[in-house]
């Protein structure tokens, strides 16, 4: 099973009527900082303040009549959640989503804004996941995973087709990586339209199963330590890495206290609030300048859904 260019266009097709393309723009500071022609993708400003939104629209979208009519359990700690949630409010599908108990009180409340209701159940996103499939199993409704799904990745894939139209002379593209989602729908996108263009992923040296995964060509799992939440995945998840496996030209690593230097970097000189995810792809930017120095290089802002503490933490430190 693969998604396809033509999956990605169908998304668009789909998606039009609901989200207008985000901008992309270039910051002469930000280069003189980084070395390098950056042109910034703003997901952060997307209604839900992240990318995946793109995935939980197209996926209701598409979704059958009767489906809609039972309903939708999804399982996150974070954006995913509110994707998932804003979408079924704009549908009028019911929606649970299951967090886990000790899950941020800004999150949940996000998450009921939409409409959606919060089941709290586990210690982890793997007991709410069980907890999350059993639920779907009684009441009849639809589950649908954060990474495995195809819809999710066709639409996350749209993001792309908006960078490599308003650039579509980039060297490399930068990309966060999470579970893969978005850096397998880059991959196929670059693949159908900006072939020159190299795909590089990025990941939290504190949770590195992504990047494990793709050197040894097979689904690992790895402590999973990240303060970053749209990173913190403690295992490779078998489509998205299947596509980044020869998607993908590289997959660098950087340290959470790279990404909140990136953080900073991005609030004083491109005016953007970003949250850990958003700011991860820059961070491998300024932290590996040798393969970036003088190109063309997108630059992924996956999300701007900054906690009260990571705001906190923009104040203090020097910046680059
Ligand atoms: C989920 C998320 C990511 C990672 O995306 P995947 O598709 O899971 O790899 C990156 N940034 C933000 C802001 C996210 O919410």
Not at 71 to 87: E, M
Not at 105 to 110: F, I, L, S
Not at 124 to 133: K, P, V
Not at 259 to 287: K, S
Request: proline letters at 6%; charged letters at 15%.
């Amino acid at each position: 099973m693969q998604v396809t260019i033509a999956d990605v266009l169908r998304a668009r097709m789909l998606l039009k009527r609901y989200l207008p393309p985000t901008p992309m723009w270039s910051y002469p500071v930000l280069d003189e900082v980084a070395g390098a022609r950056l042109r910034v993708k703003h997901e952060n400003v997307q209604p839900t303040g992240a990318f995946k939104v793109r995935g939980g629209l197209t996926l209701l979208a598409g979704m059958p009549a009767d489906e809609r009519e039972r309903g939708v359990v999804t399982w996150s700690t974070g954006n995913h959640a509110q994707s998932i949630a804003y979408a079924a409010q704009l549908f009028g599908v019911r929606c649970v989503v299951v967090m886990p108990e000790h899950a941020s009180e800004v999150k949940v409340r996000a998450v009921l804004g939409y409409g959606a209701t919060v089941a709290l159940h586990g210690a982890d996103l793997t007991e709410a996941r069980e907890y999350g499939g059993k639920l779907a199993d009684a009441e009849g409704m639809r589950p649908v995973s954060p990474a495995g799904d195809m819809a999710l990745l066709a639409g996350v894939g749209t993001a792309y087709l908006e960078v490599f139209s308003a650039a579509p002379d980039l060297d490399l593209l930068v990309v966060p990586v999470g579970s893969g989602t978005g850096a397998a729908a880059a991959c196929v996108v670059a693949a159908a339209l900006a072939p020159g263009c190299r795909i590089v992923g990025v990941q939290s040296a504190a949770s590195p199963a992504g990047y494990e995964s793709w050197r040894a060509g097979t689904c690992l799992s790895r402590p999973n330590r990240t303060m970053v939440d749209g990173l913190a995945t403690g295992e490779g998840y078998p489509l998205p890495q299947s596509v980044m496996r020869t998607g993908l030209s590289d997959f660098l690593l950087v340290t959470d206290e790279q990404i909140d230097d990136a953080r900073r970097v991005l609030a004083i000189y491109a005016h953007t609030l970003a949250e850990g995810a958003g700011a991860a792809a820059l961070a491998a930017v300024l932290t590996h300048p040798q393969q970036f120095a003088g190109r063309r290089v997108g630059v992924m802002c996956t999300g701007g859904n900054a906690s009260a503490a990571e705001i906190a933490a923009l104040a203090p430190a020097g910046i680059g």
